[in-house]
């Protein structure tokens, strides 16, 4: 499912499906509105994370010579695996893209465009093609934290007996203690127990 909105109609260079291929021909005027949605089905389990809804690209796509800038915004569900516990839950993703694109010069190379590695906003095309498919994972590796957690507050797996501590209490005690200073607990629990009653 696709379709295509702002100025004026826009050929698409594929019917009846959702072209992840962005012909840069039918971009004309200085800037031109791209909204596309891709199923979840269209990206694969290899990307390092799944894809739980579809993902609606809205783009403003400007021409400046045979440089393109994209400017516009990614949203979409990730299924992600909490760090912590191992439990599957959802991630709503809406991340702002400003990506740059350059031609790709196969013959004289890129190195010509004088771009340091770090500038992440500088992508290339080529065949007069950009490749959203190949944007949007990069925007959602970029957008993907390193450690997920599925709540600030997740217990996490008991190390002893592997429970989800947040969805059961195991008992098992987990916390060291020195032995050597057992005595001096027993102690403090005799005069608790024996001691007045309290709130605590
Ligand atoms: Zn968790
Ligand atoms: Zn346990």
Redesign the pocket.
């Known amino acids: 499912m696709w379709y295509s909105a702002g100025f004026g109609h826009m050929p698409e260079d594929v019917a009846g499906g959702a072209s992840m291929r962005l012909d840069l021909r039918n971009v004309r005027g200085p800037s031109q509105a791209v909204v596309r949605a891709f199923p979840a089905s269209a990206f694969g389990l290899d990307d390092g994370f799944t894809i739980a809804a579809p993902v609606e690209l809205g783009l403003a796509v400007r021409k400046d010579g045979d440089k393109y800038s994209l400017l516009g915004r990614l949203v979409t569900t990730v299924r992600r695996e909490?760090s912590?516990?191992l439990?599957p839950f959802d991630v709503p993703i809406a991340v702002d893209i400003d990506v740059r694109y350059l031609p790709h010069r196969v013959n004289s190379g890129e190195g010509e465009q004088e771009i340091s590695e770090e500038d992440l906003s500088i992508a290339f095309y080529r065949d007069d093609e950009i490749d959203l498919g190949g944007l949007v994972r990069e925007q959602l590796q970029l957008a993907a934290p390193m450690k997920p957690?599925?709540?600030d507050g997740?217990r996490?797996l008991c190390p002893i007996c592997g429970a989800n501590r947040?969805l059961e209490a195991c008992g098992c005690d987990t916390t060291w203690r020195d032995p050597r200073l057992e005595p001096l607990r027993a102690l403090v629990r005799t005069t608790v127990d024996t001691g007045p009653a309290r709130k605590v």
């Open positions: 909490c912590r516990c439990e957690l599925c709540g997740c996490g947040n």
